[in-house]
């Protein structure tokens, strides 16, 4: 259960759910490459390539910042390339690099829904292409994209969820009626995740996507949902980072092609305390603010594994 000596290749490493994954694997000691636009200071978005390699390496592990805009292939080609210079090779691959914008079409300029697309699925592709001669050599190779679960795509949903705590549209159609460029361009990750792990998994290179149950408070969230700051109750990335280090850390020839909810995941391997995640200390369950296209069944399975260990222990932390 350990990335120590594995290199991670991550894009949108700069801050956020990017750096915190990467930082989480410096502590095992592994080596990063910070893939990412930013080199200089912003007063909006925080974070450089820079400083997030430098807290990598100040967390055990070894690091370097590359500058590359994932819709370039050109970039994203140079970007591995120095990785592998630097590294010797490519063990793991995180799509984690995602473009924002929470609007209807008439508000949606086409450059706009350009620049998702661009980024999102048709980013997720390149740096997986780019990357499959390295992980094809790599022991425990994996892939894993930041995208949402499919599974509600696979039913009419037009019901509302109640599973304890969780309340939560089951009809995903609503955020693709709020934001359907969004929406079109993010899916467009996870079909990425169902292709390829079902074209990888011969050769045992693993494919998957995780989600976050929660909003997570980042500097693009509250860019992106300026309007929400007020109401929003988040959790902070490190939760999505020690889901990661989970998946990242599975047999690939047999943990392939799931979508995973991070917080299902980490009470499944028996992780208790989730009060430790809170953006906002003393944050009920109950008031956390739940992250866009959740899946119906994962949160069944989750309301009722939270009951199984309320029952165990007597209360849910």
Not at 19 to 31: E, L, N, Q, T, W
Not at 169 to 193: I, Q
Not at 263 to 288: C, H, I, K, M, W
Request: a neutral charge; aromatic letters at 6%; charged letters at 20%.
């Amino acid at each position: 259960m350990s990335l120590r000596g594995k290199v991670l290749f991550i894009t949108g490493a700069s801050r956020g759910i990017g750096k915190a994954i990467a930082v989480r694997a410096g502590r095992d000691g592994a080596s990063v490459a910070i893939v990412a636009k930013t080199t200089e200071a912003n007063k909006r978005l925080e974070g450089t390539i820079f400083s997030a390699a430098a807290e990598v390496e100040q967390a055990g592990g070894r690091a370097v910042g590359i500058q590359c805009d994932i819709r370039s292939e050109e970039q994203v080609q140079r970007a591995m390339d120095q990785t592998v210079r630097a590294f010797g090779g490519v063990d793991i691959v995180v799509n984690n690099a995602s473009a924002i914008h929470l609007a209807g079409t008439a508000e949606t300029e086409v450059k706009r829904f350009d620049l998702m697309h661009s980024v999102n699925g048709r980013g997720a592709w390149v740096v997986a292409k780019a990357a499959l001669e390295h992980l094809q050599r790599a022991a425990n190779p994996h892939i894993l994209n930041i995208s949402p679960p499919l599974g509600h795509l696979q039913r009419t949903a037009s019901r509302k969820i109640n599973s304890g705590s969780l309340t939560a549209a089951a009809a995903e159609d609503t955020w693709f009626a709020r934001a359907p460029a969004y929406a079109m361009a993010k899916f467009g990750m996870s079909l990425c995740v169902l292709g390829l792990a079902g074209e990888l998994q011969a050769q045992s290179i693993a494919v998957n996507a995780l989600w976050p149950l929660t909003l997570i408070e980042t500097a693009a969230l509250r860019i992106a949902d300026a309007d929400g700051a007020g109401k929003r109750r988040a959790r902070r990335a490190e939760i999505m980072a020690d889901a990661a280090h989970h998946i990242l850390t599975q047999p690939a020839a047999t943990f392939t092609g799931r979508f995973c909810l991070d917080e299902l995941l980490l009470r499944r391997s028996g992780v208790t305390d989730f009060a430790q995640y809170n953006a906002t200390p003393g944050t009920r369950l109950e008031d956390l603010s739940l992250d866009f296209f959740l899946d119906a069944a994962q949160l069944d399975e989750l309301a009722a594994l939270r009951r199984q260990q309320k029952e165990e222990q007597g209360t849910v932390p």
